[in-house]
């Protein structure tokens, strides 16, 4: 082992604790839900899950979960092309696409995954990337093990010209479409995530498809956390902004609203689709996904197809949270999203400012994690409150009381 390494990671790390900085990982004794057990035993509310509809211990998911690992086995031992596909990971591929309005879909281990192997498979060096500044990490991995040209736009900003967002002078997007760099590309991709993790706000999809089809390019969306709620009938962002089925190619999770354990996809075109059978590595390099998540994202989709019930409550939830939030006098970030960032930037020491406030209301029953650099920008500090459907109106309104509590003793409010 390197000597000069590990003192020198000692080093980093000590500085991470000095500055407020350093992440711990909090233990929970329980299943995921809206009341969870802590270490020691501790009954808390969760208020920080992607748990979206509160389906990650679904009485129905767990039991087609189990009984799938009857029918089919514990895992493949293999990727898909080899010996790793089975009936039941087609059938789940052809209910995401009738779902979301796409012609076929593509499994993947994570998310993650499926963002790692979209952008290589279709772009060289000849073509161009054009990304939000704001997009996911795991979008701007994948976008780095591709060879096109990277062009970043300014947060959601559609228009030409330069615009500042967070501290950053960059581009709107048709500044970008319209540039002779990206003009003279041989194909042109803009990426984009659906709803932005930290912030809770979503992108304009209709008008970024209306620029795609002005400027002849590609659209890519995250909807990681859009899909199985946002949109009138929880069919994610393209739902919502009027262009549902319309998208070329749309990455999510099953890690988050369907149902919460793991597993992804891309979803979109045919042709696109084909193509990322032949070409995309973490899907030809990685073991199947395994047979009970399979069997808990379709029980999932039954669900989700009999009724909108779910999304309708979270909508609710987080509407009720965000106006009671705001009378309170707290700094919210504007959206319509069960993501409600709770902002200490304009505070000394905001980083770990966030990080106390988070620790204090653990105290008070209340399960949240703070966020600061390098998670979000310095001066960005935050509490990202996540509200579910599982969630009762009891439990929204005991948080805000603890909220109010925390806050007054830290002289916030």
């Not at 992607?50 to 087609?64: C, R």
């Not at 459907?389 to 009381?401: C, G, R």
């Amino acid at each position: 082992m390197s000597k000069k390494l590990m003192a020198d990671l000692r080093g980093k790390l000590e500085e991470l604790k000095e500055e407020g900085l350093y992440k711990k990982e909090r233990i929970i004794e329980s299943e995921q839900g809206p009341e969870i057990e802590v270490s020691g035993g501790k009954k808390v509310l969760n208020f920080c899950a992607n748990n979206y509809l509160g389906l990650s211990s679904h009485p129905e998911v767990l039991k087609a979960a189990k009984e799938m690992i009857d029918h089919r086995g514990y895992g493949l031992s293999s990727v898909r092309f080899i010996c790793g596909t089975q009936d039941i990971h087609r059938d789940l591929e052809k209910r995401m696409s009738d779902f979301l309005g796409t012609d076929d879909t593509i499994l993947y281990a994570a998310c993650f995954d499926a963002n790692g192997g979209v952008f290589d498979p279709f772009l060289d060096r000849e073509c161009a990337i054009i990304a939000d500044q704001l997009n996911h990490a795991s979008i701007i991995d994948g976008v780095r093990l591709c060879k096109a040209k990277r062009f970043i736009y300014s947060h959601c900003n559609m228009g030409k010209g330069e615009h500042e967002f967070d501290g950053k002078t960059l581009p709107g997007l048709e500044e970008v479409l319209s540039s002779p760099e990206a003009r003279e590309a041989k194909y042109r991709m803009i990426c984009t995530d659906g709803v932005f993790s930290m912030n809770g706000d979503m992108a304009p999809i209709n008008d970024i498809v209306d620029l795609a089809d002005r400027y002849d390019a590609i659209v890519m969306v995250d909807d990681a956390h859009a899909t199985g709620f946002v949109g009138e009938t929880g069919r994610g962002t393209p739902e919502y902004f009027g262009v549902h089925g319309e998208v070329d190619l749309v990455t999510t999770t099953f890690g988050k609203a369907l149902g919460g354990a793991s597993g992804g996809c891309t979803t979109g075109k045919q042709e696109l689709i084909d193509w990322l059978r032949q070409a995309s590595r973490p899907y030809l390099f990685s073991n199947t996904l395994a047979p009970s998540v399979v069997g808990g994202t379709l029980k999932v989709l039954d669900l989700l197809s009999k009724t909108t019930d779910l999304r309708d409550r979270v909508e609710k939830n987080q509407k009720y949270f965000r106006r009671r939030m705001a009378e309170e006098g707290f700094e919210i970030l504007e959206g319509d999203h069960p993501i409600v960032p709770i902002m200490f930037g304009k505070y000394p020491n905001d980083a770990a400012l966030a990080q106390q406030f988070a620790d204090d209301l653990l105290k008070e029953g209340i399960y949240v994690i703070g966020f600061f650099y390098p998670v979000v920008a310095r001066g960005q500090s935050r509490i990202r409150v996540q509200l579910s459907a599982a969630h009762t109106m009891e439990h929204i309104d005991k948080a805000i009381e603890a909220f109010v509590k925390v806050g007054k003793k830290h002289g916030i409010l």
